[in-house]
């Protein structure tokens, strides 16, 4: 039997979800930013397709800072043999956060954040934050903050599940948290930067359960516009709800269009 070629076709232009370079960030008032799309596309046997977008925006003064952020990421397969199709990904992330400087190392913080993740049983996840923080490192070239606070989260799932303290099902759950954090950022040489966030929610609703967010990124410059990305995104839930595995994990790489 004659085999049925098979042709890929992988076109990237930016970072994807979680774990890229972030705009970078500079004290003067300019708002800066950064966009990205991805999209790959195979056909043969398997015909399969994303697409996914970045973005985000930051303006810093000597007194405060502004940064948002917006995620999405879509996929889909069709077996060629059967004709039968089905979404393998569906992921968005958006949110933004104040930052207002009470003193050269001290600050206070406030955020809101909304998520969405079909494939984690996730129809809508929002999070208000506030809190403060502390500037252990803050440098042109490193910088390390600590921070810590309260946060309130909202979940409302696409189909009942048995989570937190009710033993029948339900389609929706709140509960107030705490927020411990820290986000560290270094220019490793001219044209290389690392970047690494990590954000534990301890449930104080339901005590013994958390969430946890890992971000890893690391940049480099191609040009003055464009850079090349490679990032990796953890998350981690203690009580997803039942059948639902408690961690996934996101590895992205692409080029970045700074503004």
């Known amino acids: ?24 960030s500079q004290p003067d008032g300019v708002l800066r930013g950064s ?34 952020y917006g995620r999405a990421l879509r996929t889909s397969a069709k077996n060629q043999a059967t004709g039968q199709s089905e979404t393998t990904g569906d992921q968005l992330r958006a949110g933004g956060r104040y930052d207002l400087n009470f003193t ?16 984690a049983n996730l129809k809508l996840r929002g999070l208000a934050s506030v809190g403060a923080g502390y500037h252990l490192i803050k440098t042109p070239s490193q910088s390390l903050d600590v921070f810590g606070g309260l946060a309130y989260t909202a979940d409302r799932y696409v189909a009942g599940t048995v ?55 690391l940049a480099v410059a191609m040009t003055q516009a464009l850079s090349l990305n490679v990032g990796l995104g ?14 996934d994990s996101l590895f992205t790489t692409g080029v970045t269009m700074k503004f």
């Open 1 to 24: 039997m004659r085999s049925t070629p098979s042709f890929v076709l992988i076109g990237t232009l930016g970072a994807l979800l979680a774990g890229s370079a972030l705009a970078q």
């Open 35 to 68: 966009l990205g799309l991805g999209a790959s596309l195979a056909s043969g046997n398997t015909k399969a397709s994303s697409l996914s977008l970045n973005a985000d925006a930051v303006r810093e003064t000597a007194g405060d800072k502004i940064t948002a």
């Open 104 to 119: 050269p190392t001290v600050f206070g913080f406030g955020g809101l954040d909304l998520e969405r993740n079909k494939f």
């Open 163 to 217: 989570v937190g303290d009710s033993a029948t099902p339900r389609t929706s759950y709140s509960y107030a948290s705490l927020l411990l954090g820290e986000e560290y950022a270094q220019a490793l040489t001219p044209t290389t930067a690392l970047k690494q966030r990590l954000v534990v929610l301890p449930n104080l609703k339901d005590r013994g359960e958390y969430r946890a967010n890992l971000d890893l990124g």
């Open 234 to 247: 953890v998350a981690y839930n203690s009580d997803p709800g039942a059948g639902i595995k408690s961690t």
